[in-house]
């Protein structure tokens, strides 16, 4: 089975860097089937996609957030990362990783429990 | 702002049925398949429904889903207190080409 780990700081202060990296176990991302993405939910708010990655290191992001967004993927060590820069209160959320299909065609069935992201000084 | 609108909370009784809808354009559920995800605080979150219709195996056919034209509906029968939780709708967005999600659904079972 599948499972995928968030981990990173819970707390960034505003104007830093937030940075946060899944583990993937039970299965290789070193594959051409899937997309590793992040997406996000602050508190009281909706879901919002952050941005994903392919195995072969091209990535994806949502166009509001693509001048502050870096994903980067690690095969060697089932991994990929997440970087966030200039954040503010705004970017105060719960982070998900997840294994992503094409335009999502068959939906995002493996999640990670997510980790909250404090912005605050 | 969600690019996706879904109606901020439903309430129904044990056992009776509910629908949730999501609203998009053209650009989105009008040309793009439709997944639905059930978040309870605490777990990872759920794939109920994806490719407007389908449910992934170990999901009971109680969840359904439906889509036409630019929205879409998800359909829950038999509400048990264990369904209390709040759903989302996703899909792409063509012209964002980016993935989009609706604001979020709380179902409560009174």
């Known amino acids: 089975q599948l499972q995928l780990r968030e981990s990173g700081p819970g707390l960034v202060k505003p104007s830093e860097t937030l940075s946060l990296t899944c583990t993937v176990s039970?299965?290789?991302?070193?594959?051409?089937?899937?997309?590793w993405g992040w997406i996000r939910r602050p508190p009281g708010g909706g879901l919002e996609w952050i941005g994903s990655v392919y195995f072969t290191g091209g990535t994806y992001s949502h166009p509001s957030l693509k001048s502050r967004v870096s994903i980067s993927i690690d095969t060697s060590e089932n991994q990929f990362s997440l970087t966030l820069t200039s954040v503010t209160a705004a970017d105060t959320a719960v982070y998900y990783c997840?294994?992503?299909?094409?335009?999502?065609?068959?939906?995002?069935?493996?999640w990670g429990q997510g980790t909250l992201v404090t912005v605050s000084s | 702002q969600s690019i996706l609108t879904q109606p901020p909370s439903v309430s129904a009784a044990p056992g009776q049925k509910v629908s949730i809808s999501c609203s998009g354009s053209s650009s989105n559920i009008g040309s793009s398949l439709v997944s639905w995800y059930q978040f309870v605080p605490g777990t990872a979150p759920k794939l109920l429904i994806y490719a407007n219709n389908e449910r992934p195996s170990g999901i009971p056919d109680r969840f359904s889903g439906s889509k036409s034209g630019t929205s879409a509906t998800l359909g829950i029968t038999g509400l048990q207190t264990g369904d209390e939780a709040d759903y989302f709708c996703g899909t792409h967005d063509r012209s964002l080409n980016a993935e989009v999600f609706g604001g979020g659904t709380k179902l409560t079972v009174l």
């Open positions: 997840a294994r992503e299909t094409a335009m999502m065609i068959s939906g995002i069935k493996y």
């Open positions: 039970g299965g290789s991302i070193n594959t051409n089937e899937f997309y």
